[in-house]
């Protein structure tokens, strides 16, 4: 998207670590690994700058800004807040495009002066024609320019545009949606936003075509209007998540010491949002399953009648409490499918009015099984189905040893490639039938966590897995509060 | 406990599985390696039935129950339902004092005729001398008697009282707690309990001297008046923790499909639960984490006020939050405590208000970090504290390469032994200072699951680790309401 005045920010031509430590285990040396981890460098320039070392890492390390023998368009901070002023004139003179100030111990601090050093620092940057990120933040994270401010953080791109003014929270994010298989596009850290913030970022996310899905965490509202604008701008156009922390008295208290952030009003912040057509979510959790539901099929769930198909007459049980508290319905199963369920499978140890508890079902992919899931998928009156496969190794049990998927597996490998096979089956019924189908994982202490490459295919193949049954149970419930809230709106999803 | 009706139930001098299947693979075969597991044979004599085999697994198999060489005390019926009949009446010409009916397809499934032969049954076998458990369930778990129904059960002793209609949320209370350090006195699932059930199980618990905590999934309500005074009587002499399962519409029907129980009104159930002193919870989870804090010293938390104690300011904002919604404060730290600590801490990059986010702070057992730690199980005003050490192996981050509790380190076996070592330290900063602490993992997607071991060495020294903030959060607050429903009750803990 060319034209708008955050352009530049995602798109450096160079880059400048200032303040880079010379000893690089040290603290503040991440930008560095994280930039490497990318292969930044072999993307485009990137500067070291130290007024006490010539070289780092075996690389060039100029004294000052001004020794960078290129132009530098993007300048990372990690200079101490007292010499950051000196730095602010530097990038106004090398005719640097945004400075991303890491540099923290500003108005967060609760200090006065330390605050109002933060304004004049920010206001001079901007007087030049600087961009400023933060301070107090953690910066870009753009994949497809090679920037990071973690190791390990994926390096393809995805639809995902993130917005978090914390950077610890950013990286929860990112890494816990990578691990379900989503990548992003962009995300920016902007700490405590004296200049670039939310408003400006989702009015640009709005626009973003590389961006299908804006995930937000965010803890102040310095300008409710002009982010209301932008923010109704942007969930008009695609899905929009927001997570806001500080929404208690103590959270607001700690808010204000994180990122020197003013909360507001819980209500009015839900109100703001509500009316923006965006979704407020309560937990990082929420945040993370909402992402994924809006990124398979799940996202056609359009009422909250369910099947629940699954292992265990207690484990059946305790979910159809869970999902039933989260205001979703799994009513009776018509007497005409029961009968048909009735003639494939055994009396003793199944039940199958809904939930469709089939434990002592045997044999993979075996007919009885085939027949269960197909009545699940096209008996009339449903919206959706949770399906529940077995993810654990086999043990003996009295009960039985096999799943609803078929036998469970006598070791890690054999239940993770059972468990890819589940999958594959599910993922085919959901496309075949129409009727979208939430796998919700049971996530006991001895359930394998599922392997990222897994969720990932999973998710390209368009489902949708949920760690466990309260979390899926809410986030379907908090789904349908949004498509009701939408009401008139354009469809996003 | 000697001359209580149930006590032949717990200690079984000779065990006989009939309907052994010939394949040791077959459905069916579970039991016999469970007691296998736990070394059964050893201990008293374990019998084979089968009508049409004379050995399986090398092990000499008996036609009838009749045939069997000694004396029976306790039968694993796993014959079909059509042949039950004459099951009973061999186990009361054989003398035998319980017979397990681990045989389904009776009740639950809502066939009439099917619900008739179950009372039939076990009026016979009552008639006849012969307690029975079921059907319809798993029976019995008693580590000190060897008796088991799952494989790799733990087979040492402990404190808990568990009852459970369901033998498959037996198992995950089983393994769940197991995994949390806590072991077993004994366990009885018992189905449909048709002939032992809730109160009479509860009543033993009451009396039980193995017993110090009991734990209770319960479907079905046969009589509100039984349960109501053995529920009082176990909850008045040790903690009592009940999860009930049907609470919804929804689960009532799948309740009745289960153990054919009539799940009752949920409000009537939770004012028994409160008039008998026993706390009921809503989730699997819930029902483990407030087993463990009540095995910790976190069961003296008597108060809302606590401090939060850990690293990232994002993350304390969200943890804040989640603490509030459960009804527990997190008061402002006194300006004289926030003064000592600023002295030791660096003002960029932590907050020291309460929450306590040392994300900045540096080396593994420092002064500064032992100054934090001090303050918080020092200062007064303050009920408990939470703990929320680092446990996930280390990667370069812009932000710091430095944990709570030291340096994150760099590797899965550098992370648990540090992790050990932080609660080491929790546990001493605990027992030296007498304020609770609860300690609280991440629950990232890149940490690591704690091993069993160092769990139960935690347990051991009196410490609680819960595995995320809005479950600790929740947990609190249900040891809290529930303190507050016993107000007039002898203290149990």
Redesign the interface.
């Known amino acids: 998207m060319a034209g708008h005045p955050l352009d530049p920010l995602f798109h450096p031509r160079s880059v400048a670590l200032v303040g880079m430590p010379r000893d690089v285990?040290a603290?503040?040396?991440?930008?560095?690994?994280?930039l490497l981890?990318q292969g930044y460098p072999d993307h485009h320039p990137l500067y070291l700058v130290n007024p006490n070392a010539t070289v780092i890492a075996e690389r060039p390390c100029y004294s000052t800004l001004l020794d960078c023998p290129g132009p530098v368009d993007h300048v990372?901070s990690?200079v101490?807040?007292r010499t950051a002023s000196a730095l602010v004139e530097q990038c106004v003179a090398k005719g640097v495009r945004t400075l991303h100030l890491?540099?923290?111990?500003f108005a967060?601090?609760g200090?006065a002066a330390?605050a109002a050093l933060e304004r004049t620092l920010v206001a001079r940057a901007n007087a030049g024609g600087v961009r400023v990120i933060g301070p107090?933040c953690?910066?870009l994270y753009v994949p497809a320019e090679q920037l990071a401010?973690?190791?390990?953080l994926p390096r393809e791109s995805g639809p995902v545009f993130g917005i978090?003014?914390?950077?610890?929270?950013?990286?929860?994010i990112i890494?816990?949606l990578a691990?379900r298989g989503l990548r992003f596009s962009k995300l920016v850290s902007f700490g405590n936003g004296r200049d670039v913030a939310a408003a400006e970022l989702f009015e640009y996310a709005a626009h973003d075509e590389e961006s299908r899905l804006v995930v937000a965490?965010l803890?102040g509202v310095p300008d409710g209007r002009a982010l209301f604008r932008a923010l109704r701008a942007c969930a008009r156009s695609k899905p929009t998540i927001v997570?806001k922390?500080?929404?208690?008295?103590?959270?607001a208290?700690?808010?204000r010491?994180?990122?020197a952030s003013l909360a507001g009003a819980t209500e009015v912040f839900d109100a703001l949002c509500r009316q923006a057509g965006a979704i407020r979510v309560?937990?990082?959790?929420e945040l993370q399953d909402l992402a994924v539901l809006l990124s398979t099929q799940a996202r056609r769930i359009a009422g909250p009648r369910a099947l629940l198909v699954g292992r265990?007459?207690?484990?059946?049980?305790?979910s159809?409490?869970?999902?039933?508290?989260h205001g979703v319905?799994?009513?009776?199963l018509p007497a005409e499918a029961q009968g048909v369920l009735r003639e494939h499978i055994?009396?003793?140890?199944n039940?199958?009015?809904?939930?469709l508890?089939i434990?002592?079902l045997?044999g993979e992919g075996g007919s009885a099984m085939r027949t269960v899931l197909r009545v699940a998928a096209t008996t009339p009156g449903y919206d959706f189905m949770f399906a529940t496969p077995d993810s654990a190794p086999a043990?003996?049990?009295?009960?039985?040893?096999?799943s609803a998927f078929g036998t469970p597996p006598p070791d890690d490998e054999a239940a993770r490639e059972q468990e890819r096979r589940a999958l594959n089956e599910l993922g085919e019924l959901q496309a075949e039938h129409a009727r979208p189908v939430v796998v919700v994982r049971r996530n006991?202490?001895?359930e394998l966590?599922p392997d990222a490459e897994l969720l990932r295919t999973a998710l390209d193949a368009g489902l949708a897995v949920i760690p466990s049954v309260?979390r899926a149970a809410r986030v379907v419930g908090t789904l349908l509060r949004w498509r009701a809230a939408r009401a008139g709106l354009a469809a996003v999803f």
């Open positions: 285990e603290r503040g040396s991440g930008f560095f690994h994280a981890d990372i990690l101490p807040a890491y540099t923290a111990g967060e601090s200090d330390l107090n953690m910066g401010f973690y190791e390990e978090s003014q914390s950077g610890g929270n950013a990286g929860d890494r816990g691990e965490y803890e997570l922390g500080g929404v208690s008295q103590a959270g208290r700690a808010v010491s994180h990122t309560d937990t990082m959790d265990g007459g207690g484990f059946s049980v305790l159809t409490d869970e999902i039933a508290r319905d799994l009513p009776e055994p009396i003793a140890g039940s199958i009015r809904n939930p508890d434990s002592s045997t043990r003996h049990s009295g009960a039985s040893r096999h006991r202490g001895d966590v309260p």
